[in-house]
């Protein structure tokens, strides 16, 4: 009895599942589209907030051209695909009344103080070809200076154009904020020009 | 000669006919197929060319015409090209004896339901052709399960076709719908609802439709039998498909849904022919949309532990009944 019920009632009980998969099919054929037409229409910033796309950086909060971070490698050192380069600032040579303290602060025997580099990055360059979207660099940034961008509408026609300098990206959104989306083409350009 | 004459020019036209039917059938169902998908999945379907994309099925036929026609090397040439014409010329032949209505019907002969069952196990022929023919393996492995699939699920499908006729009594399809004028109830449907489900079942599996597509599992076979077919050699295989899908579908509403009668008496025409295959074309697609590809021994099981040993029940109660 029992084989006659896996062998001939099931497969026909099974039957009702097509029926029930003919019913979803039918049903989301009714319902409206979720897809939009892309050049004509875009999907509203609401719907890009969850977006993932390529990292970037985030500004001061009291100065949003310059980014948070403090040029720590972290990022650099845990990025599985290489595709980070900071460069640290170099200290800035003293101004001759600087040296001049400098130089009295010696003889008198006391701490010498020159002056520090700046923290924030010189350079901040970023390969979006070898990015995997892993987010490493992110999760691993001691003062939460990356994210990732809500830009859906980057496209290039070369390598080279998708490595971006994030720093001019930085201060290109500080300057024209809020940014438009599709304008970052501009941000490669500026990239080549400087290196 | 003349009464010669009196019979070839009406077939002649009524060849050409169906030449322009099955085209714009196939336009129609390329399209018409997209578009299902597109909604079942929540897009659009093709929309940039033309007002909804209606011009994109004559484009991409043009694009495919365009293209060069390969042989591949070391490829048996001459049955390597007759493949997809014997695919191709068969489904004319398939159009001539359905009846579109009392007169509009290519070929009113005795034998028609017989004809399109002898001619459209040709697509078979052609599929083991392709494969063998073109020199690659995956088009090999496609052709052999094609044999395979064509010859298990033509048999369900001639047993209910040999329920009808014992009913009936003819093999000629104007015949079998005359039989169902009248009213909805008169339709075969109704006295033969197994036949009916076994034969949509078999009906799959003879136009290779998903998902009983197993001979072109493009995931598998990289596209099976028609792997090395280039332009319109590919392009007769497509528009082959289509053709026996609406040939099937065609006989499926003859034999089933009364063909040409309309649900209640006094308002048949052809519109209904159309409009009942029409419904099942739109049937096998939601089909293909929803279900995924079966695997190959679950194809052949399905076919001789369910559908052969019903259908030929089916067909002994049949003649127990009449019989009686
Ligand atoms: S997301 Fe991953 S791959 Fe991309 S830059 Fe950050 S650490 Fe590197
Ligand atoms: S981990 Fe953060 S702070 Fe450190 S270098 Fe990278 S972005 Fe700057």
Redesign the pocket.
């Known amino acids: 009895m029992g084989k006659f019920k896996e062998n001939v009632i099931q497969p026909i009980l099974d039957c009702w599942s097509l029926i029930v998969g003919l019913k979803i099919t039918g049903k989301y054929f009714c319902k409206p589209l979720v897809t939009v037409h892309y050049p004509r229409e875009v999907i509203d910033d609401e719907n890009l907030r969850t977006y993932g796309g390529h990292?970037e950086l985030i500004g001061k909060p009291k100065d949003p051209a310059t980014p948070k971070c403090i040029s720590c490698m972290m990022?650099v050192t845990?990025?599985?695909?290489n595709?980070?380069k900071v460069v640290k600032q170099k200290a800035p040579k003293p101004t001759p009344e600087q040296e001049a303290a400098m130089k009295a602060a010696e003889e008198a025997g006391e701490k010498v103080t020159a002056p520090k580099a700046p923290k924030n990055p010189a350079k901040f360059t970023?390969d979006y070809t070898?990015?995997?979207?892993?987010?490493?660099?992110?999760d691993n940034c001691p003062v939460k200076s990356?994210k990732f961008s809500n830009n859906i509408y980057w496209v290039a026609t070369s390598r080279k154009e998708m490595n971006i300098d994030l720093l001019a990206r930085l201060k290109e959104q500080a300057t024209e904020f809020p940014a438009p989306a599709p304008k970052t083409e501009a941000v490669p350009a500026a990239a080549e020009k400087e290196a | 000669m003349n009464a010669f004459l009196q019979h070839l020019i009406p077939l002649l036209i009524a060849a050409v006919a169906s030449m322009v039917w099955l085209g714009l059938n196939a336009l129609v169902w390329v399209y018409c197929e997209r578009k299902f998908a597109g909604h079942i999945q929540r897009r659009p379907g093709p929309f940039e060319v033309g007002p909804h994309g209606v011009l994109q099925p004559l484009i991409d036929g043009l694009k495919l015409m365009s293209k060069q026609l390969l042989t591949p090397d070391n490829a048996d040439a001459p049955l390597y090209w007759l493949a997809p014409i014997l695919s191709m010329v068969p489904v004319l032949l398939l159009y001539l004896p359905i009846p579109y209505g009392p007169v509009l019907t290519g070929m009113n002969i005795n034998l028609g339901l017989l004809l399109i069952l002898a001619f459209s196990s040709f697509n078979g022929l052609a599929v083991i052709l392709a494969g063998w023919a073109s020199n690659n393996k995956w088009g090999v492995l496609g052709a052999a399960r094609a044999v395979s699939q064509t010859v298990a699920y033509e048999i369900p499908l001639l047993l209910t076709v040999l329920a009808i006729s014992f009913m009936t009594g003819t093999l000629n399809l104007v015949d079998i719908t005359t039989m169902q004028g009248g009213h909805i109830g008169n339709w075969f449907i109704w006295k033969q609802p197994l036949a009916f489900l076994i034969f949509l079942v078999a009906m799959f599996g003879e136009t290779n439709r998903a998902p009983f597509d197993l001979a072109e599992a493009e995931s598998e076979l990289t596209a099976g039998f028609h792997t090395e077919y280039s332009s319109m050699g590919f392009g007769l295989f497509f528009l082959a498909e289509y053709g026996y899908m609406v040939v099937m579908c065609s006989v499926c509403s003859v034999l089933f849904l009364g063909g040409f009668n309309g649900p209640i008496p006094g308002i048949e025409g052809w519109w209904w022919m159309l409009l009942k295959t029409y419904a099942l074309l739109s049937f096998m697609v939601w089909v293909r949309w929803t279900f995924p590809r079966v695997r190959f021994d679950q194809l052949l099981n399905i076919n001789w532990k369910w559908l052969l040993p019903l259908a030929t029940f089916n067909l002994l109660a049949t003649a127990l009944i009449i019989k009686l």
């Open positions: 990292v990022c845990n990025c599985p695909s595709c980070l970023y070898l990015c995997s979207l892993c987010g490493t660099c992110i990356l």
